[in-house]
């Protein structure tokens, strides 16, 4: 038997607040919410209690993999197994404890981690869209024909509306399931009410690159000229030089101390 009660008072007085409000619950185990409703004008409080009698449990986010043979490996070379001498009810325990003990630590030592992989769901339809694309995409490199380039906008502009409408459908979903009273539904409408500032699509040598393919491709061919050697071997550059060292006149002559002793006479 347990006593719920929420966690905070019900009734305030002039010098006193107190919890009035109960409830007694006995071998319930599914989970449960108490809250209270300020929405009355007297010194009362109603307290909302809410049984999720309708519950499933949660899977874990997290994937592991175990490799089976460390794990038998691992209890035949880590483990001395030895005749047991069972006398008493303290000794199976004993001997129940250590075999547990052995098998959790040849599962652990034989268990690892797996990433899950965090990409968005991509409808059936989006994705054939998309290895289309990418096909016309490259046979638009090769062949620079206008009609298949036509065809790519299309099939992009598709993509790009259908991503739109899952995208708007996924979002109405998570709106209609969120909570109104735990805050959850205010803090999602501020975060989408806040402006996210745009970040430009990168411009090409074939225009704007709006596709992720076609962003990566933009991207490549400018690190490749970033990176590329310059040409030292520029012949109008060259001939520019030597004409302009031909055409200059000769150098002065040297300034002598004649010179400037005659220059300095008439200051005297």
């Known amino acids: 038997m347990e006593i719920l009660a929420p966690p905070s008072p019900t009734r305030f007085g002039f010098n006193s607040a107190t919890v009035l409000d109960l409830a007694v619950i006995k071998d319930f185990i599914l989970p449960f919410s108490i809250i209270f409703l300020p929405e009355l004008y007297s010194d009362h409080n109603p307290v909302k209690f809410t049984f999720q009698l309708k519950f499933t449990t949660l899977h874990n986010s997290v994937t592991t993999h175990t490799d089976w043979t460390k794990f038998q490996n691992y209890l035949k070379n880590q483990i001395d197994y030895r005749p047991l001498k069972i006398n008493s009810n303290t000794d199976i325990e004993i001997a129940v404890e250590k075999f ?17 992989s965090t990409a968005t769901y ?5 994705k054939d869209l998309i290895k289309t694309r990418n096909k016309t995409t490259k046979a638009w490199q090769i062949l620079r024909n206008p009609l ?7 099939i992009e502009k598709l993509i790009q509306k259908l991503d739109q409408n899952s995208r708007q459908k996924d979002q109405t979903e998570e709106l209609e399931a969120l909570n109104r009273e735990d805050g959850k539904l205010w803090r999602k409408a501020k975060i989408m009410r806040k402006k996210a500032q745009k970040i430009p699509a990168p411009l090409g040598e074939n225009g704007f690159a709006y596709s992720d393919s076609i962003k990566a491709e ?5 690190l490749e000229k970033q990176f590329s050697l310059n040409d030292l071997s520029h012949r109008e550059t060259e001939d520019e030089v030597k004409k302009s060292i031909e055409t200059s006149p000769p150098p002065h002559s040297p300034i002598t101390k004649l010179i400037i002793s005659n220059a300095f006479s008439p200051l005297r």
């Open 100 to 116: 547990t003990k052995n098998l959790q630590n040849a599962h652990r030592f034989a268990t690892k981690t797996v990433k899950k």
């Open 122 to 126: 991509i409808h059936a339809n989006i």
């Open 218 to 222: 933009t991207i490549a061919i400018s």
């Open 148 to 154: 298949i380039e036509t065809e790519l906008n299309r």
